[in-house]
Protein backbone atom coordinates (compact mmCIF):
# COMPACT_ATOMS: atom_id res chain seq x y z
CA UNK A 1 0.00 0.00 0.00
CA UNK A 2 0.97 3.38 -0.48
CA UNK A 3 2.39 5.30 2.15
CA UNK A 4 4.34 8.77 3.29
CA UNK A 5 6.45 8.89 6.20
CA UNK A 6 7.44 12.73 7.50
CA UNK A 7 10.21 11.65 10.09
CA UNK A 8 10.42 14.99 11.37
CA UNK A 9 7.44 16.31 14.12
CA UNK A 10 8.58 19.56 14.84
CA UNK A 11 11.58 21.52 13.33
CA UNK A 12 12.41 25.13 14.49
CA UNK A 13 14.61 27.35 12.38
CA UNK A 14 15.48 31.18 12.56
CA UNK A 15 13.45 33.60 10.30
CA UNK A 16 15.96 34.18 7.15
CA UNK A 17 17.36 30.67 7.78
CA UNK A 18 17.05 27.33 4.79
CA UNK A 19 14.17 25.14 5.65
CA UNK A 20 13.96 21.29 4.54
CA UNK A 21 10.58 19.48 5.66
CA UNK A 22 11.58 15.72 4.58
CA UNK A 23 9.38 13.08 3.19
CA UNK A 24 9.67 9.86 1.91
CA UNK A 25 6.84 7.47 0.00
CA UNK A 26 6.76 3.58 -0.48
CA UNK A 27 4.77 2.99 -4.38
CA UNK A 28 6.05 0.86 -6.40
CA UNK A 29 5.55 3.19 -9.52
CA UNK A 30 5.88 6.82 -10.20
CA UNK A 31 3.99 8.23 -7.62
CA UNK A 32 1.91 11.55 -7.54
CA UNK A 33 3.30 13.71 -4.87
CA UNK A 34 1.78 16.97 -2.91
CA UNK A 35 2.89 19.16 -0.50
CA UNK A 36 0.30 21.01 1.88
CA UNK A 37 0.26 24.12 4.39
CA UNK A 38 -1.72 24.61 7.39
CA UNK A 39 -1.97 27.60 9.04
CA UNK A 40 -3.87 27.25 12.78
CA UNK A 41 -7.10 26.94 12.66
CA UNK A 42 -7.31 26.75 9.16
CA UNK A 43 -7.49 24.08 6.55
CA UNK A 44 -4.94 22.73 4.09
CA UNK A 45 -3.77 24.66 1.46
CA UNK A 46 -1.84 23.27 -1.88
CA UNK A 47 1.71 24.53 -1.89
CA UNK A 48 2.65 22.04 -5.48
CA UNK A 49 2.23 18.75 -6.85
CA UNK A 50 4.58 16.45 -8.61
CA UNK A 51 3.24 14.36 -11.38
CA UNK A 52 5.93 13.73 -13.85
CA UNK A 53 8.67 15.43 -15.68
CA UNK A 54 11.02 17.80 -14.18
CA UNK A 55 11.79 16.42 -11.05
CA UNK A 56 11.79 19.77 -9.43
CA UNK A 57 8.82 21.41 -8.79
CA UNK A 58 7.86 25.33 -7.85
CA UNK A 59 4.95 26.08 -6.04
CA UNK A 60 3.41 28.91 -4.31
CA UNK A 61 4.88 31.36 -1.23
CA UNK A 62 8.33 30.47 -2.56
CA UNK A 63 8.46 26.80 -1.76
CA UNK A 64 9.94 24.10 -4.39
CA UNK A 65 10.54 20.42 -3.43
CA UNK A 66 12.83 17.53 -5.94
CA UNK A 67 11.45 14.31 -6.50
CA UNK A 68 14.19 11.14 -6.07
CA UNK A 69 13.53 7.98 -7.23
CA UNK A 70 16.55 6.49 -5.93
CA UNK A 71 16.08 7.86 -2.42
CA UNK A 72 12.17 7.74 -2.37
CA UNK A 73 12.02 11.26 -1.02
CA UNK A 74 10.02 14.52 -2.25
CA UNK A 75 11.42 17.10 0.02
CA UNK A 76 10.21 20.31 0.61
CA UNK A 77 13.01 24.03 0.40
CA UNK A 78 12.75 27.20 0.74
CA UNK A 79 15.84 29.21 0.71
CA UNK A 80 14.64 32.34 3.04
CA UNK A 81 12.05 31.65 5.60
CA UNK A 82 9.63 33.96 7.28
CA UNK A 83 7.97 33.95 10.12
CA UNK A 84 4.36 33.58 7.99
CA UNK A 85 5.41 30.25 7.36
CA UNK A 86 4.99 28.67 10.89
CA UNK A 87 2.28 26.24 9.95
CA UNK A 88 2.06 22.61 10.07
CA UNK A 89 3.25 20.73 6.55
CA UNK A 90 1.85 17.29 5.29
CA UNK A 91 3.47 15.48 2.55
CA UNK A 92 0.65 13.63 0.46
CA UNK A 93 0.42 10.91 -1.97
CA UNK A 94 -2.80 9.53 -4.08
CA UNK A 95 -0.51 6.92 -6.51
CA UNK A 96 -3.87 4.29 -6.02
CA UNK A 97 -6.06 6.83 -7.47
CA UNK A 98 -7.50 10.08 -6.69
CA UNK A 99 -10.18 8.20 -3.74
CA UNK A 100 -6.82 7.00 -1.88
CA UNK A 101 -5.00 9.92 -1.36
CA UNK A 102 -2.65 9.23 1.99
CA UNK A 103 -1.52 11.81 4.03
CA UNK A 104 1.77 11.88 6.26
CA UNK A 105 1.63 12.59 9.83
CA UNK A 106 3.02 16.41 9.44
CA UNK A 107 5.89 18.32 10.38
CA UNK A 108 5.31 21.00 12.28
CA UNK A 109 7.38 24.61 11.36
CA UNK A 110 8.32 26.97 14.18
CA UNK A 111 10.02 29.92 13.30
CA UNK A 112 12.23 32.18 15.50
CA UNK A 113 13.18 35.54 15.39
CA UNK B 1 -14.48 32.86 -4.60
CA UNK B 2 -16.03 30.02 -1.68
CA UNK B 3 -14.20 26.76 -2.79
CA UNK B 4 -15.34 24.63 -0.18
CA UNK B 5 -17.61 25.77 2.79
CA UNK B 6 -18.05 23.70 5.87
CA UNK B 7 -20.88 24.09 8.38
CA UNK B 8 -20.71 24.24 11.16
CA UNK B 9 -16.79 25.07 12.27
CA UNK B 10 -17.48 24.32 15.98
CA UNK B 11 -19.76 22.22 17.49
CA UNK B 12 -20.00 20.42 20.97
CA UNK B 13 -22.16 17.27 21.18
CA UNK B 14 -23.55 14.94 23.94
CA UNK B 15 -22.20 11.42 24.13
CA UNK B 16 -25.38 9.50 21.67
CA UNK B 17 -26.46 13.04 19.95
CA UNK B 18 -26.45 13.03 16.63
CA UNK B 19 -25.38 15.80 13.75
CA UNK B 20 -25.07 16.16 10.36
CA UNK B 21 -21.84 17.83 8.65
CA UNK B 22 -22.45 20.10 6.39
CA UNK B 23 -20.17 20.64 2.98
CA UNK B 24 -20.86 22.16 -0.32
CA UNK B 25 -17.97 23.49 -3.24
CA UNK B 26 -18.67 25.72 -6.11
CA UNK B 27 -15.74 24.35 -8.03
CA UNK B 28 -17.78 22.33 -10.02
CA UNK B 29 -15.47 18.68 -9.10
CA UNK B 30 -16.45 16.00 -9.58
CA UNK B 31 -15.07 14.20 -6.16
CA UNK B 32 -15.62 15.28 -2.68
CA UNK B 33 -14.33 14.02 0.82
CA UNK B 34 -14.58 14.11 4.38
CA UNK B 35 -11.15 13.56 6.34
CA UNK B 36 -10.81 13.53 10.38
CA UNK B 37 -7.72 15.17 11.51
CA UNK B 38 -6.21 13.95 14.93
CA UNK B 39 -3.33 15.17 16.79
CA UNK B 40 -0.19 12.81 15.72
CA UNK B 41 -1.93 10.81 13.65
CA UNK B 42 -2.32 12.83 10.46
CA UNK B 43 -5.46 13.13 7.80
CA UNK B 44 -7.66 9.72 7.90
CA UNK B 45 -10.33 9.73 4.64
CA UNK B 46 -13.72 8.44 6.48
CA UNK B 47 -15.74 8.38 3.24
CA UNK B 48 -15.28 9.76 -0.28
CA UNK B 49 -17.67 10.55 -3.30
CA UNK B 50 -15.94 9.91 -6.67
CA UNK B 51 -18.83 11.59 -8.58
CA UNK B 52 -22.46 12.17 -7.89
CA UNK B 53 -24.94 9.13 -6.75
CA UNK B 54 -21.76 7.50 -5.15
CA UNK B 55 -20.22 7.34 -1.81
CA UNK B 56 -17.80 4.31 -0.97
CA UNK B 57 -15.75 3.96 2.60
CA UNK B 58 -12.40 5.77 3.43
CA UNK B 59 -9.56 4.27 6.35
CA UNK B 60 -12.12 5.00 9.19
CA UNK B 61 -15.65 4.59 8.04
CA UNK B 62 -17.51 3.12 11.27
CA UNK B 63 -20.09 5.50 13.02
CA UNK B 64 -20.27 7.67 10.29
CA UNK B 65 -22.98 7.79 7.23
CA UNK B 66 -22.31 10.20 4.15
CA UNK B 67 -25.29 11.59 1.84
CA UNK B 68 -23.78 12.95 -1.79
CA UNK B 69 -27.09 15.36 -1.79
CA UNK B 70 -25.96 16.58 -5.66
CA UNK B 71 -22.80 17.39 -7.08
CA UNK B 72 -22.01 20.33 -5.07
CA UNK B 73 -22.96 18.91 -1.66
CA UNK B 74 -21.32 16.27 0.19
CA UNK B 75 -22.82 15.81 3.79
CA UNK B 76 -21.64 13.45 7.06
CA UNK B 77 -23.92 12.70 9.55
CA UNK B 78 -22.79 10.95 13.31
CA UNK B 79 -25.43 8.89 14.21
CA UNK B 80 -24.62 8.39 17.85
CA UNK B 81 -21.66 10.23 18.85
CA UNK B 82 -19.10 8.82 20.95
CA UNK B 83 -16.43 10.94 22.53
CA UNK B 84 -13.67 9.17 20.03
CA UNK B 85 -15.31 11.01 17.30
CA UNK B 86 -13.99 14.69 19.15
CA UNK B 87 -11.71 15.49 16.37
CA UNK B 88 -10.86 18.15 13.52
CA UNK B 89 -13.45 17.47 10.64
CA UNK B 90 -12.53 18.48 6.70
CA UNK B 91 -14.15 17.95 3.39
CA UNK B 92 -12.12 18.30 0.24
CA UNK B 93 -13.41 18.17 -3.42
CA UNK B 94 -11.28 17.47 -6.37
CA UNK B 95 -11.33 17.45 -9.84
CA UNK B 96 -9.08 14.16 -11.05
CA UNK B 97 -5.76 13.55 -9.10
CA UNK B 98 -4.95 17.71 -9.73
CA UNK B 99 -4.63 17.87 -5.48
CA UNK B 100 -7.18 18.81 -3.30
CA UNK B 101 -9.35 22.30 -2.17
CA UNK B 102 -9.87 21.75 1.28
CA UNK B 103 -12.55 23.76 3.86
CA UNK B 104 -11.86 25.33 6.96
CA UNK B 105 -12.91 22.62 9.24
CA UNK B 106 -15.10 21.68 11.95
CA UNK B 107 -14.18 21.28 15.23
CA UNK B 108 -16.27 18.93 17.15
CA UNK B 109 -16.28 18.33 20.36
CA UNK B 110 -18.14 15.32 22.07
CA UNK B 111 -18.94 15.09 26.09
Known amino acids: AQSVTQPDIHITVSEGASLELRCNYSYGATPYLFWYVQSPGQGLQLLLKYFSGDTLVQGIKGFEAEFKRSQSSFNLRKPSVHWSDAAEYFCATNSGGYQKVTFGTGTKLQVIP | NAGVTQTPKFQVLKTGQSMTLQCAQD?????MYWYRQDPGMGLRLIYYSASEGTTDKGEVPNGYNVSRLNKREFSLRLESAAPSQTSVYFCASSEGRLGYTFGSGTRLTVV
Open chain 2, 27 to 31: MNHNS
